[in-house]
């Protein structure tokens, strides 16, 4: 055995004496304060006796959580993900009188209840100290994280593999590229800033640009398109299929795994993630073997759904529960406490934020967001060549705090920690590792329009089309993507309330779906998508309705006479062949609004209507058809206007002068990029090679 191997063992076992000294003293702390936790027989023991106690009590619960804890977990993956972490506690505190009972003196004693307190304390201190000993060691800490992660390899790569730098692409989910300038400027950011050469410890090893999303500004559309390359027909967050006869959600499970099989068959390869790449917390799967909190496959049953792993390996380590439960509450309590503050005040734009809202809030911005960093650092200690990794904390908070909220800003000041943590694991990496930064779309404030008009859309088009508007006004509520990811974590099906497949209502009456501040409307009982002479020969007052109301930018329908055709108030009809010489009503949109529209008019499930908000040029707000007060899904404002964060060693996303444009062309970037300095080499369907022949 070598010197260095002899240091290493002698390291390690310093470092589980160290562990193990600081139990047996959190041990006997506790002993003192909690009554029902007893070290000593009833007539009372030596000092030496009860430290002995501690000593072999903790020794005990320290070998049990190594070797019978992983096991535990392991076999309770079958129960949905979010019940093991609060089982984690019980387990632990089991295991805890277990190791009382092994102890010989047998004068150790915990009620239940105090055992699952000192199990949870016990396992955070011995976690922590064992992180702050490993950390001074390169290779300890590396095998800690590594360990932790449970991302092991099933067989070695291939020599020479290693020394081509990887690709880790993290996405903020929501987070527009203006936002991220204020907050770099605003020094929320230091880490990000660092990046770009602003602040303390500025080095510049990256560049920003943004980008421009489709219509569908929203998670579907965009991830779908950056990981897999193609987008086409997905005009909004929700739509009905008169052909199936279904509502589309791209947040439920099913509607997921069907749009990445057609965009799969339309590109004729896997998606950007197909060598050996990892994807983390996402919608789609970008084709990566190595799955964790991925909704495309949280449908799927059995062994082969690999969707929920990455909660087995974080929950693995008991201190892992402990943190993040203790994290969880706080921001449940934050939560709380803001919306309470925002009430008060009479805060105005405000949506509703009780119910379970701050629990799904604290699941996207704890349990989600730790989960998958967790997974990030066990892949690039694993020598994944690419990982693709959605946080969707901010996103989540916007909606219903505001873009620019103190809120929304804590969560990307929270975001940066976690960035700083993934630049710091790198160093450790058994790979050099390249991280591109970037965002799915943006999100544009402003109030509802049920809050300024008092009705919905859906209350809308049945008043335009002489239908009885009920007195008492649905709400449409959120579809967040946090929202479907704890409905995953539950593995409670992903459907929401009224949505279900073909709404029980007359066939004749309209469909009516919101997503953002882009509404569609659809008309159940006509099998092909109908005409504008059609929909005024039926409901001769509906488009003019629409057109004219305040709350609304602009109309598209198809029309016989033009084809596409753009509505807009005071009578204003422009084909969409025109709109480069006479925008009309997107006038206000800014460039690019025309062929989004063009393209989105092109699709084959387009709605028979499609209805965008009003939008403020000045103060960049639209009105949200959903109950949010930071929207996005349609155009206007920031909500389509996100970025792309690159380091200066990858070629530039766009030639000087040039606009990056839709998901697609990032996916064709980013394909770019993985093939420079002799990345992973994407395979090439036809399609796909296609997409590669037009200018990145």
Not at 597 to 611: E, L, N
Request: charged residues 20%.
């Amino acid at each position: 055995m070598g010197k260095e191997r002899w240091r290493r063992v002698g390291s390690a076992v310093w470092r589980s004496v160290a562990v193990w000294a600081v139990s047996t003293l959190t041990m006997l702390v506790l002993a003192g304060i909690l009554p029902d936790f007893r070290l000593q027989s009833t007539d009372g023991d030596s000092a030496t006796s009860i430290a002995v106690t501690a000593a072999l009590g903790a020794g005990a619960f320290g070998v049990l959580s190594s070797v019978v804890w992983p096991l535990l977990v392991r076999a309770l993956l079958l129960v949905p993900a979010l019940v093991l972490g609060v089982l984690v506690f019980f387990l632990n505190g089991s295991l805890l009188i277990l190791a009382l009972r092994l102890d010989p003196s047998g004068q150790s004693e915990a009620a239940p209840e105090t055992a699952v307190v000192v199990a949870a304390v016990m396992s955070a201190v011995a976690s922590a100290t064992g992180g702050a000993l490993a950390v001074r060691d390169d290779d300890a800490y590396r095998r800690r994280l590594y360990r932790l992660s449970d991302r092991r390899r099933r067989q070695a790569p291939p020599p020479g593999a290693l020394s081509a730098p990887g690709t880790v692409f993290l996405q903020l989910d929501g987070v527009g590229h203006d936002v991220l300038v204020d907050a770099i400027g605003r020094g929320l950011m230091p880490t990000v800033a660092a990046w770009l050469g602003e602040g303390p410890g500025a080095r510049t090893t990256h560049r920003l640009a943004p980008w421009r999303t489709d219509w569908s500004s929203q998670t579907g559309a965009s991830q779908l398109g950056i990981l897999h390359g193609s987008n086409h027909d997905v005009p909004a967050f929700r739509w009905y299929e008169k052909d199936t006869r279904e509502i589309v959600v791209c947040n439920r499970p099913t509607s997921a795994a069907e749009l990445q099989r057609r965009a799969i068959e339309r590109t004729g390869d896997g998606g950007l993630l197909t060598v050996d790449g990892a994807s983390r917390g996402n919608l789609f799967s970008g084709g990566a073997e190595q799955l964790a909190l991925v909704l495309s496959v949280a449908a799927r049953r059995g062994r082969e759904n690999r969707s929920r792993a990455g909660y087995f390996a974080y929950f693995s380590d008991p201190a892992n529960a402990v943190r993040t439960a203790l994290s969880f509450v706080a921001d449940v309590g934050r939560e709380i406490g803001e919306s309470t503050r925002a009430r008060l005040r009479k805060q105005r734009p405000r949506v509703g934020r009780g119910g379970l809202y701050p629990f799904i809030r604290a699941f996207a911005t704890v349990i989600e967001r730790d989960v998958v960093v967790a997974a990030v650092i066990g892949d690039m200690f694993a020598g994944r060549a690419s990982v693709y990794a959605d946080l969707v904390a901010y996103d989540e908070v916007a909606h219903h705090s505001g873009p620019r909220s103190r809120d929304a800003e804590k969560v990307l000041q929270r975001l940066d920690r976690s960035l700083a943590l993934i630049e710091q694991v790198a160093e450790h990496a058994p790979r050099a590792y390249r991280v591109v930064l970037l965002s799915d779309h943006g999100q544009s404030p402003g109030e509802t329009f049920h809050a300024r008009y008092g009705l919905g859309l859906g209350e809308l088009v049945r008043a335009g089309c002489g239908l009885p508007v009920p007195r008492k006004v649905r709400r449409t509520h959120s579809g967040a993507e946090a929202r479907a990811a704890v409905r995953a974590a539950l593995r409670r099906p992903v459907e929401e309330g009224g949505e279900q497949f073909l709404p029980a209502r007359p066939p004749s009456e309209p469909i009516v779906l919101a997503s953002g501040n882009l509404g569609l409307v659809s008309f159940p009982d006509v099998p092909h998508r109908m005409s504008r002479e059609e929909i005024d020969a039926r409901h001769p007052a509906l488009l003019t309705t629409l057109a004219n109301h305040p709350g609304v930018g602009f109309v598209l329908v198809r029309s016989e006479e033009h084809g596409g055709l753009v509505l807009g108030a005071h009578g204003a009809e422009i084909p969409l062949d025109e709109l480069d010489d006479d925008p009309g009503p997107l006038a206000d949109f800014g460039p690019g609004a025309a062929d989004a529209v063009r393209r989105t008019h092109s699709f084959p499930h387009v709605a028979d209507i499609m209805v965008n908000s009003w939008y403020d040029p000045e103060d960049g707000e639209v009105l949200a058809f959903e109950e949010q007060i930071g929207s996005h899904g349609g155009l206007g404002g920031a909500q389509g206007r996100p970025f792309l964060m690159s380091p200066l060693t990858l070629s530039p996303p766009v030639g000087a002068g040039e606009e990056l444009v839709g998901a697609e062309q990032v996916h064709r970037v980013l394909r770019r990029w993985l093939r420079e300095d002799d990345g992973p080499q994407v395979p090439v369907g036809d399609g796909a090679a296609l997409d590669d022949r037009r200018p990145a």
